[in-house]
């Protein structure tokens, strides 16, 4: 199990996996961050077809396709903001990792990629979010052979550390090349504008 499970760090909307995640709000229409990200890079019918959704619950997800994304699809979700943590944020943010995941195993899809939701504009302290994010993931893999690859995605040198860390901690031992600096592809430098670089 704990080979399904991986961490880069760089910009999820360059990531080659079947599905990635998005740190959506309850409007679905686009917003800052990873949101953000998403939408430019997937243009706009992704806005369109979000729309056609209605909205999202917090500690939901909806799906959609990717449009000009390397991900053929996108699942939605949307994360608690933090309010200090005596508001059952834990249980929203594990549930919209839960939900994730479950569309994912219902349509199959292979290899997904999560950003760390909630993290960002809403607040949530990262080092608990990553234990919660980790969690949900490794118990929902013990029971389903889908999505076979699950993928955190640290954005920046910071993020990525703590979620490796995290990781080696509650499951265990690495695979030394495919994570971290010691792989054997070279990292992506110079290819990438103002954003920062996949290292997988
Ligand atoms: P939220 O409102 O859920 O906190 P944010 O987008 O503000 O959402 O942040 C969620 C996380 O996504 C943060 O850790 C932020 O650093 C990260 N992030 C922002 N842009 C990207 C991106 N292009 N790829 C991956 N992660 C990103």
């Known amino acids: 199990m704990r080979e399904r499970l991986k961490v880069v760090e760089g910009d999820i909307t360059r990531l080659a996996v079947e599905v990635i995640v998005n740190g959506a709000n309850n409007s679905l229409l686009g917003g800052g961050g990873v949101d953000g990200a998403i939408h430019d890079a997937a243009g706009p019918e992704l806005r369109t077809e979000c729309k056609r959704h209605g909205g999202c619950a917090t500690g939901d997800a909806k799906l959609t396709h990717g449009y000009k994304l390397r991900a053929k699809y996108v699942i939605h979700a949307v994360g608690p903001i933090w309010k200090g943590g005596g508001e059952g944020e834990a249980a929203v943010l594990a549930s919209c990792y839960q939900r994730a995941l479950e569309i994912a195993a ?45 993928t955190f995605v640290g954005f920046g040198q910071h993020d990525y550390k703590v979620y490796r860390a995290a990781l080696t901690e509650m499951l265990g031992g690495t695979r030394a090349p495919m994570e971290g600096k010691g792989g054997t592809r070279p990292p992506m430098s110079g290819k990438g504008g103002t954003r920062p670089p996949v290292k997988a």
Do not use: D
Not at 112 to 120: N, V
Not at 125 to 147: D, G, M, Q, V
């Open 106 to 150: 219902a349509h199959r899809f292979k290899t997904m990629a999560f950003p760390s939701i909630s993290t960002g504009f809403y607040g949530y302290p990262l080092e608990e979010a990553c234990r919660i994010a980790i969690r949900t993931c490794a118990e929902f893999l013990k029971n389903s052979e889908w999505p076979q690859q699950v």
